[in-house]
């Protein structure tokens, strides 16, 4: 089944249509998730949630741009949304943070699990700035408005985030290496 028409089954509530679409691209969905949810778990809500509105909304879609980039917005969106409303997204401000430099043969020794391991153990502040500006593009001028905090403190975030991400991954490098 093309994917066109798994979208216009969609559109016209076929469940097998539905299965198709949420077998299709749950792990593409889970994969936007983990990088806004704290554990494995919320990531899976936050899919079905998406999926939901994804399947309701579905009517609405254009095929201007690509569905996976749709899908995306509105992935975003509902964990946005999932983590506003259980208050996980806060008004802070902090101090901002001084940069430091990293080595990056490390990314060559890290799979992508390792990764979104890390990014997941973030406080949920830093990891929802840091992953809506470099895994979504939004300026920190957007991510202010988003979260409804300052764009200042949506850099503050953003280095600290990036420096607690390369405090551990110079300690993954180390381990790495012990292993060797």
């Known amino acids: ?5 798994i979208i216009k089954g969609c559109q016209n509530y076929d ?35 998406s999926f939901m509105v994804i399947l309701t909304k579905i009517e609405a879609y254009k095929p201007i741009g690509s569905f996976e980039g ?17 208050k996980l997204i806060k008004k802070t401000d902090l101090m901002a943070v001084r940069d430091d430099k990293m080595e990056p043969k490390i990314y060559n020794e890290l799979s992508k699990e390792d ?3 890390i990014i997941q153990a973030l406080p ?17 001028k957007e991510v ?3 979260l409804g905090i300052k764009e200042a403190t ?27």
């Open 1 to 5: 089944m093309t994917l066109n028409e």
């Open 115 to 117: 990764v979104l391991k």
């Open 144 to 146: 202010g408005k988003e």
């Open 70 to 86: 749709w899908m995306r917005t509105v992935t975003v969106n509902c964990a946005l949304n999932w983590l506003r409303k259980r």
């Open 15 to 49: 469940k097998k249509c539905q299965f198709e679409l949420v077998n299709k691209y749950s792990g593409y969905l889970k994969t936007i998730c983990r990088a806004y949810a704290h554990d494995e778990a919320t990531a899976k809500d936050m899919v079905q949630e």
């Open 124 to 140: 949920d502040m830093h990891r929802l700035v840091f992953s809506l500006i470099v895994l979504e593009g939004y300026t920190h």
């Open 154 to 180: 949506s850099r503050s975030h953003f280095l600290r985030a990036r420096r607690k991400l390369q405090e551990k991954l110079n300690l993954k490098k180390i381990k790495l290496h012990i292993a060797i």
